[in-house]
């Protein structure tokens, strides 16, 4: 499939959305269509499903594959579509990885695989091998809480030979690593640079980054899209009124659970409270019940009522 | 398919089969069968596929069942098949335990999906709903080091009122916590407890385990059995003995390389030197090269020179 | 001050006595008289003070050499007292050692300074200037889950060449570890091979180990005693039968607090249930409230009632 | 002692003074002088003795309250001097305060006791009862990397109603959770909250933060206050010339070195070049040797040749 080349690097936030779910195995198809929607009417500059806050390795390859096509038709080239492959086995990565270029995404993006241990060299190595396979511009993903392994700096260094790696996606939440990061990327002034924690975003941009993939924008891209420009334009004092919602959003609905999934069970709960989609939730995890449910209600109701003083 | 139910619990070596691979996704078929016959014939009391010395999750699915049918194929019913099915999927993970269980597998060995952080209560209610869908007996596998979850007390507690539970493969390297599982599991006395790093063999069979689940066993299958048979007799003079060539194993041959995949690299370089199998490792890992070879061959030597003398 | 030699290797079970404290600063001399007897008569072959349990770091230096001074004139030197010198200052560790020396102690007990993280090669060079200023025999000891510093093995072997080191106290949980420690040190035969966790009291006889520095001996040296007798004979009945009820002690007497610090906080109250002294700790801790000494008195008397039949 | 009050919240840049030693227990007083004198100079807003930087842990007590003693009476009250007083002893701690109040001191800085564990509630409760008993101004020390304790944010919001607590210095090396603290702080706008990793620092005034503790500044004191100024002013062009001077100073100074000691031991190694004070370092570390000397001779002449052109 013929795709428009995208702008590099692509500047602004790519929400990782949510995977809407009806069950187990059954992809929520209007759902995602609202949540595309919702996602490119709020500005956002690219898409990037399967990740972590998509319960991308929680899908069976079936319904990845499935949710990549319908994507990528929703979005209808208006922004790109990045397509989380990462996975334990090459084949199976490979697999997806061609299935995405087939029916129109535009970016692949890779963490190591997660879960043996892999040395440094090991996994330069594994790059080495794996990325020239690979059929799209690829985004490294940094996130070594979830996969034990980090992108070192010198490996950085190394794929800035690759012509078809395009960037990287840092959720280290290390924001020195983020400024080693720009530091070393200079050579290629076409790679994309974005952070994952949304409480990291304007820090990210006046470091010289691009960009966010913050699980927030699922439920409201305005304000991240928002704050975003503020912090291009250098304008501190929007800044601070913005990001002080971005932090009720982060210390509110991310904190309903007690436990870490509460981050991705908030996003999916409150797109639910939106009448986006429906909160079901794949194994291992479970929809909130109903008194957390009410909480998040809330908790979205009075976000939305803030967003109207300062969007 | 119908299958003889195997003695529970289930005493002895049960080694974790290194999967023998000509390319990333294709079986070596007569090496497989090698490696089958070699483990039958050193005595061990069942063989465990697509565990983490297997390669298991960096595996193809479709190879992943081509795997657990040759391998109950071969192992006809002499001793049972227990196969890895940990996955970060539960509809991938549901549809290999199905296929073993319709080939003749005799139980499936579950950890913790490995990806996202699952607190302990969420990881009970996906014990609680997954282990009933599981067509065959289920062996629990403690792994945190690479799965970031505990199978934490209260957790096996609860799942001593499965019935289709049926022990726990520990390779926490903890001791302690396998004291108290021993503690714990009394109520069942037909749950099988195994232990996965070979150093710690005997000191589960004095703690009142039941034997091991030891990827050295791939490579000297009888001496890791006799060293089970001496520490159930109470033989600690023999045990000495016998433990002082494991500790040679493990102190040497899984020492060659720089990284913790240098065990499972060691164990398939070893078998290639023993005219096994081939010792082709698929991504994210690469087989030794010449130096290391020529090493593990040199120690493979020496151990098969002690094992005259000990055996 | 002229001590005894002790016979190396020291065999059996070397208490780390909680320091009976009256307040913040101030020694309980006659509960520290009563718990050196209540040790003594137990059957112990040493005495270990300032350890982790003994509040060590927390105490003043003052009180430290007041503590020292007083048991070893309790010990009267019927079993020898080593000294927890452990410290990030190296100027204080040569005070306190130095202060050991002169009244009367055996022993030295040595863990890496906990501060700041050092090299193996720097704690290497640490150990070959710091030990041989120490004017008494010197325990290695290995606790990283503390002080972030492991002792490598090759940090082992290279303190086998230093005649005042005398062994190794291993808290480290890992039963691996020690197998490796074993094996280590057979060059020395006169080392003294002790273990912390007393969960693992028996697997370190087996193995070839000569002891443990175990937390409950405080509070009932005669079970330790006893099962440490019942491992050297390879009594594996009787083994069982100790083992169970020193798994009592540690799955609820140090159980009764949320935090890690239940393990001495469950020691130390325990001492007051018994009458042996008071239980005030220094900062950071805090001793049990009403309801959790009502629940440790319970537990000490079901431990006691237990040991009525078994030894 | 009458000391002047220092306005706050405290903004600028404290650095973390090096300790000038001539020998394991001796002062290099003239030393010590001329790293006061330069940072005063070079303009900062304080001075932070004893700390990491400063080998705090690692000294004698009798060499500690020397170095107070003269870090006074070199500041002259032309800025405010703050003590570590971070100790696992309650009773030396209070020691050291008294002395520091005594001598002209006017701040301290206490991180959580840093050998046991300590539960989050106990650690709210030591607080409670150590803090009003110190006889200065507090500021919190968040370094969970080396303490293993975390000051959670319920635990800030609590020390917010202690009238002696100032402000934090956080050396996380995590902006989500300085982001968190300057939300949490604002009931306290006289609270002084500092950053340790000089990386981070633009980053820190940006979210709101009063300045930074940062290492560095021992050798090139004018370089951070610049950047503070900066970033204050919000001059993102010059923040981002400055800035690029400071991670040269951190990617490559700091990394002579093979282990994380290579930061202060390339300050200490950086001030004997710059002729402030001699490098020789107290156990557990060792001063450079030659070869890395002459790089960091090296590196510390070019970033004074670039600070000639952007200062």
Request: glycine share 8%; hydrophobic share 40%; charged share 25%.
């Amino acid at each position: 499939m013929t795709v428009r080349p995208f702008s590099q690097p692509l500047e602004g936030i790519i929400p990782p959305l949510a995977t809407p779910l009806l069950d187990r195995d059954t992809l929520d198809v209007p759902g995602l269509e609202r949540l595309v929607e919702r996602a490119i009417n709020g500005g956002v500059a690219g898409l990037f499903v399967l990740g972590t806050t998509g319960e991308g390795p929680h899908l069976s390859y079936r319904l990845r594959r499935e949710l990549i096509t319908h994507a990528c038709r929703f979005a209808r080239q208006r922004v790109p579509v990045l397509v989380g492959v990462t996975d334990t086995s090459v084949v199976e990565l490979l697999g997806v990885s061609r299935h995405a270029a087939e029916v129109g995404a535009q970016g692949l993006v890779l963490a190591p695989p997660y879960y043996l241990f892999v040395g440094q060299p090991e996994f330069q190595e594994y790059l080495s091998r794996v990325v020239p396979e690979l059929p799209l511009p690829v985004f490294l993903y940094n996130f070594p809480a979830l996969t034990k392994v980090v992108y070192e700096m010198d490996t950085v260094k190394r794929m800035l030979d690759q012509p078809n790696v395009a960037g990287m996606k840092d959720s280290s939440g290390n924001m020195t690593y983020f400024h080693r990061l720009v530091a070393a990327a200079k050579p290629r002034p076409d790679w994309t640079l974005v952070i994952g924690p949304e409480e990291l975003l304007e820090d990210a941009i006046f470091a010289g980054g691009h960009g966010g993939v913050n699980g927030g924008a699922n439920l409201f891209p305005e304000l991240y899209v928002a704050l975003h420009r503020a912090a291009k334009a250098g304008d501190h004092a929007r800044v601070r009124l913005l990001k002080s919602v971005v932090m009720d959003v982060s210390e509110n609905i991310y904190h309903v659970g007690r436990h870490e999934s509460s981050i991705i069970k908030g996003i999916k709960c409150g797109l639910r409270c939106l009448g986006v989609c429906d909160d079901f939730m794949t194994e291992p995890f479970n929809r909130f019940r109903e008194p957390e449910r009410t909480r998040v209600a809330q908790l979205v109701e009075r976000i939305q009522d803030r967003l109207k003083t300062v969007l």
